[in-house]
């Protein structure tokens, strides 16, 4: 059983950066075919697929947000973390890490499967 739990402040000032981080326990970020997601959900609206960082390290951004965000990992911890830059009241959102499987790496047939609770983050002066 895979489990997740994010991390980091509640409160961000606009113009800083968020750093979040996700402790996965029950799985090895360097599994194959498995990747490492950040997902956020503003207040009323749908949910938003940020990034992720594959097994082998690679890392894929949404456009709109590419140029903002980084996620990088750190394998001995068996931690990814997530970096979104210059934030602004509109990141404020509840941020989720999930873990996707690619099986075979058949892009087609990917599915997330396992979720962190999610952690509230509010971008206020």
């Known amino acids: 059983q895979v489990q997740l739990r994010e991390s980091g402040p509640g409160l961000v000032k606009p113009s800083q950066t968020l750093i979040l981080t996700c402790t996965v326990s029950g799985g090895s970020l360097t599994t194959n075919y498995y990747d490492w997601n950040w997902i956020r959900q503003p207040p009323g609206k749908g949910l938003e697929w940020m990034g992720a960082i594959a097994y082998s390290g690679g890392t894929y951004y949404s456009p709109s947000l590419k140029s903002r965000t980084s996620i990088s990992r750190d394998t001995s911890s068996n931690q990814f973390t997530l970096q979104l830059n210059s934030v602004t009241p509109e990141d404020t959102a509840v941020y989720y890490c999930?873990?996707?499987?690619?099986?075979?790496?058949?892009?087609?047939?990917?599915?997330?499967?396992?979720w962190g609770q999610g952690t509230q983050v509010t971008v206020s002066s």
């Open positions: 999930a873990k996707a499987e690619t099986p075979f790496g058949v892009v087609t047939a990917r599915y997330f499967d396992y």
